[in-house]
């Protein structure tokens, strides 16, 4: 059974998110998965289940601690390896618990998803946000599975030093804060960190499935359909937002970092 870590939204290793893939011979428990994942102690490892003639891939995603609804970085993962073993070619289809997602190779070896878009609606601050944050919120709002935050710049973003633990107290898979871009005159529009310590991610470094808020938010904001975003984390890494509704289109590469055998 081959088993992959592929570094998504980067062109480089050891930049943007790595992501176990896990390319299955045969269906596995749940638990067997889970196990997995927290063996490779990704943010998220992706498991593919092989293709039935006219049937979708069917792609599940665990965190070290649980399965997720939805995830960016691993899907990218998961289609940077399929096109790239030649196991796939053309638009691949994946049947997920977020519906049927389409992968695409693009000419300038960039991949795009098409993913749902969640725009926000504006809620009053979480008890305990703001503090577990040390920052001043300028809007809140709830998208289908976490909050969003802007504040006031991108140097308090880069700054932002959370009480991880306090963020725990918040009612959320995980809080995504956010701000416009510094200078968007060098290529960025809007910058981004992620927090999801409720299940098991402290900091994600660069979340895809964060930007199906991000993206419906900014481009409704900017009045631009198209945009570009950095997860300035520790990694770091560059998304290509477009904003469809009722879907986003999320784009960029990636690369694998190695790849192996799995004995179990």
Known sequence: MRIFTVDSFTDRPFKGNPAGVCLLESPRSDEWMQSLASEMRHSETAFVTPREEGHPYVLRWF???????????????????LYSTGAASGAIEFSTRS?????????????????P????TEIPPPAGLQEALGAPLTWVGRGRMDILAELESEQVIRDLTPDIQALTAVDARGVCVTARAADPAKG?????????????????????????MLSPYWSTKLGENSLVAAQVSARGGEI??????????LSGPATTVWSGDLHI
């Open 63 to 81: 965190t070290p601690a649980a399965e997720v609804d939805l995830c960016g970085h691993a899907t990218l993962a998961a289609a940077h390896i």
């Open 99 to 115: 519906g049927i997602l389409t992968t695409k190779l693009l000419d300038n070896g960039f991949i795009s998803m098409d993913f």
């Open 117 to 120: 878009a969640y725009l926000p």
């Open 188 to 212: 960025v529009d809007y910058v981004s960190r992620f927090f999801a310590p409720n299940v098991g991610v402290p900091e994600d470094p660069v979340t895809g499935s964060a930007h199906c």
């Open 240 to 249: 290509h937002t477009t904003y469809a509704h009722p879907r986003t289109i």
